[in-house]
């Protein structure tokens, strides 16, 4: 009787495909690939543009790094279409309009709630070329903005910890992460950084709910522009020109200060509103995975992804 033995190469391919496999090790690749990329992006953009350092450019940079780490994690190493990651065709433009809407209403929430307390006063009109131009340029910086984040934060960190660890410790680990890449801005605070966890919350428990990034893209981008060129507000630490100019006066631990609105009560409050608004739906939905360490998923699967 004779013993089959399994070829060496025949061995080290088996070892490699079980080691891609591991979510670990593709998270470990997209984090290391990610400043690969936008290093490389960034030089080739020195070549395009005459000044790298306009919020447009620095942002096209940003998301052209972002989508390439994604393309190669996703179809190279898990061979994966990208609407199993949350890019679904399906209704893209009206779960993108969603998204946009939410985040809207829950900006113009904060807004109203600090002009109602005597907080926030407009006391001018951009009405010249050269506001709509800068709205335009800040607005296409800021969907760049919320696709390079979404892209980093949802579709790889929280997606390949979730498939080790489980929803729940994904969306903490990743919201934490979310702060930390936020924390580095002279203006930064404890209380910045308390509402930029719950925030990545937030947007955490809505792609869990959903399973679709263009809801989250669309939520990301309006929560910003709608803080920031629209209402007038510091966004995270920076001021951008808008279409109004506003004083913002009152209690920081309202208002957010020099960081801004994300750094303030009201912001906190909405975000916790929809966190549990998401996260009912996500367990629901049958949304709430346990990973691999912790067994199998439980419950139905909606395979086409929430809203989509």
């Not at 951009?126 to 979404?150: C, H, K």
């Not at 929280?158 to 410790?169: I, K, M, V």
Request: with cysteine; charged share 15%.
């Amino acid at each position: 009787m004779s013993l089959e033995t399994e070829p060496p190469a025949q061995r080290q391919s088996s070892w490699l495909a079980r080691a891609v496999q591991f979510p670990l090790t593709r998270l470990a690749a997209a984090l290391v690939l990610y400043p690969v990329f936008l290093s490389v992006f960034h030089s080739a953009g020195r070549l395009v543009f005459s000044r790298l350092d306009s919020l447009l450019a620095l942002k096209l940079v940003e998301a052209s790094a972002a989508i390439t780490d994604l393309l190669v994690v996703a179809l190279v190493m898990e061979r994966r279409p990208l609407r199993d990651l949350g890019f679904r065709g399906k209704q893209a433009f009206r779960v993108f309009f969603l998204g946009t809407a939410s985040g809207g209403a829950l900006m113009s929430v904060v807004f109203f709630f600090m002009a109602l307390a005597g907080w926030y006063h407009v006391t001018g009109m951009g009405t010249g070329a050269r506001n709509w131009l800068d709205f335009g340029s800040i607005s296409v910086a800021l969907l760049l903005a919320a696709v390079a984040e979404e892209i980093v934060f949802r579709a790889l960190t929280f997606r390949l910890l979730e498939e080790c660890a489980g929803s729940w410790l994904a969306l903490v680990t990743s919201s934490v992460y979310f702060a930390w890449a936020h924390g580095h801005y002279p203006t930064s605070s404890p209380a910045s950084s308390a509402g930029i966890v719950m925030a990545g919350l937030m947007l955490g428990l809505a792609y869990m709910a959903t399973r679709n990034l263009w809801f989250v893209i669309g939520l990301h981008w309006s929560w910003n522009i709608f803080q920031g060129p629209i209402y007038g507000a510091p966004v995270s630490g920076h001021q951008l020109h808008g279409l109004i100019n506003v004083t913002i006066e009152g209690p920081e631990r309202w208002t957010g200060g020099a960081f801004g609105p994300e750094a303030g009560l009201p912001v906190l409050a909405v975000c916790v509103v929809f966190a549990i608004v998401a996260a009912t739906a996500a367990v629901r939905n049958g949304e709430v995975r346990n990973g691999k360490w912790f067994g199998r998923r439980k419950g139905p699967r909606n395979r086409d992804g929430g809203v989509a």
